[in-house]
Structures are given as C-alpha cells and as structure tokens.
C-alpha cells in the first residue's frame, strides 16, 4: 500500500472544501467529526478502484467525499446514547458528548443529506447505488439486526449477513462507484463485489478481534464494549482461534477475486487486505 498515504493526503487536503463553513454551531460539529483523524480507507477504496478504471479524477474525488459523509454520520449516530454510548470517537470526544445529543443528531442528518448534494452536482448517477447501500436494505439495516441481536445467539450465516450490510454495503459502494466512473465491464464489476464481500467482513472480524484485544489508546475509542453489550460476533459464538482463522479465509477470499481482474493493475487493492488484516486500530 505504497500510495496510501499520498492518496488519503490528497483526499484530506480537498475534502474540507465539500464541507459547510458558516460559523455557527451545527457547521461546527459537522467538521469536528467530519474532519477528525480517520483511516479514510472508503474513499481510498473508492479512488484507487476509480484510477484502476482510469475515471476522471474530479468525479472520484467527489464521489469519495460523499460516501465519507455518509459513514461520518453513521459514526456520530452509533455513538449515541440510544445506540452504543460511546464517549471517544477517533482518539476525542464523541460529538454528543462534545455538544449535545441534538446536535449530534441534526449533524448526522445533515451529513448525510449533503452527501447526496455532491453527488448531485457530480456524480448524480451514483446517488441511488449509494441510497442502496446507506439505507434500510444496507447499512442502517444491518445496523437494526446488530441491535435487535443484543444478548441473543445467532447462526454464523446470520452474523455474516449482519456484517454485509452493516460494513460491507458502503464497500460495495465505493468499488462500484470506482468501476462505473471508470466504465468498468461487467465481469469486471463481479469481481470486485466479491471482494468488497469478503473484505467487508474482514474488517469486521478484526473490529471485533480489536474490541476483544485490541488496545484503547492506538484505537482511539473504548474496547471491549461488544462482550459487555451482549452483542453477536463471530467471537461470542467461535471464540478467539475461530475468528482469527474466518481472517484468514476472507483474506484469501479477496486475494483470489481480484485474481479476476485480468489486465487491470490491483497491486494497492491487494495492500489494502493486508492492511486491513493486520491494522491495529
């Protein structure tokens, strides 16, 4: 992952211009979640698979800064009370707790409306792919099974359809979007669900490895909150050896779909698993 980095310094050096600047409160905390120090690895994901399609730039970028709102707001609305309580976000505090939950709340909602405000100015046909995978039947979808699932058992297909929409629905999204700035074949587009399908739920496994063990100070939040809130993982019902060997497996999963990809230059999708694997926050 050699351009990591460079493009996650890239998309932060144009990301604040999508953003509001009025001075006022609700502006304010908008950027306080937005712009705090974050892995930005869906819209790396997005760009790299955009430049992997040689799509234009300008439409990448803005697509990648829409799908960072969206997952900004789904942070500040996870954090909250009703949800999971959480007091630190990215190494601060959580925006409720920086603010008030109200604030919180209208800042999500505005995130996420401005989200598709950019995409409607750059990318609209990307705005029902993106509805798609943020909604009832992706993200916040998954989010509602992860809670109805609290203090109950679930089968491992059931956890792994809960982590699909939960995480790998906005993976989805950023591929996709890649490949069709990029007018990418549909062959090509097959091959890259299958690997944001396993490397949604690889991020998964090692969030909930990193919840188990994982340290609070390089995470930037709490840990060990899904054992304490009865949540379902695949630790709760594999344990620990079981987990780290599912890592594995959708490790290879994902190596072995971008082998699809004939022709097309996957080296940076390829780090990207292996970052995710062994990252440490």
């Not at 992952?1 to 006022?24: A, H, I, S, T």
């Not at 955009?50 to 997952?71: D, G, K, R, Y």
């Not at 999204?173 to 490949?179: I, K, L, S, V």
Request: with cysteine.
């Amino acid at each position: 992952m050699n351009n990591f980095k460079p493009v996650v310094q890239g998309f932060e050096q144009q990301f604040p211009k999508f953003l509001p600047q009025d001075p006022n409160q609700l502006c304010e905390a908008i950027r306080y979640s937005a712009l705090a120090p974050g892995k930005r690895l869906r819209p790396y994901l997005l760009i790299e698979t955009a430049s992997i399609f040689n799509a234009p730039t300008p439409q990448a970028l803005a697509a990648a800064a829409a799908i960072e709102c969206v997952h900004v707001y789904s942070l500040i609305h996870d954090d909250l009370p009703a949800m999971d309580d959480d007091d630190e976000r990215r190494g601060q505090p959580t925006l409720h707790k920086k603010y008030d939950e109200a604030t919180a709340i209208l800042a999500g909602d505005a995130l996420l409306t401005l989200a598709f405000s950019i995409l409607g100015e750059h990318a609209p046909q990307l705005s029902k792919p993106l509805a798609d995978a943020a909604g009832w039947a992706g993200m916040v979808g998954g989010q509602m099974i992860d809670l109805a699932a609290e203090n109950k058992t679930l089968k491992l297909e059931e956890i792994f359809i809960l982590q699909s929409l939960k995480t790998g629905a906005l993976f989805h999204f950023c591929t996709q979007a890649g490949a069709m700035l990029g007018n990418a074949s549909e062959t090509e587009k097959a091959a890259l669900k299958e690997y944001t399908s396993a490397l949604g739920l690889l991020f998964q496994l090692t969030d909930d490895l990193l919840d188990a063990e994982g340290d609070p100070s390089k995470l930037g939040k709490a840990t060990r909150k899904d054992d304490a809130a009865g949540k379902a993982t695949t630790i709760s019902l594999l344990g620990m050896d079981g987990a780290k060997a599912l890592i594995i497996e959708q490790a290879n999963l994902a190596k072995n779909a971008l082998l699809k990809l004939k022709g097309r230059e996957v080296i940076h999708l390829h780090g990207l698993i292996d970052f995710i694997q062994n990252r440490e926050r």
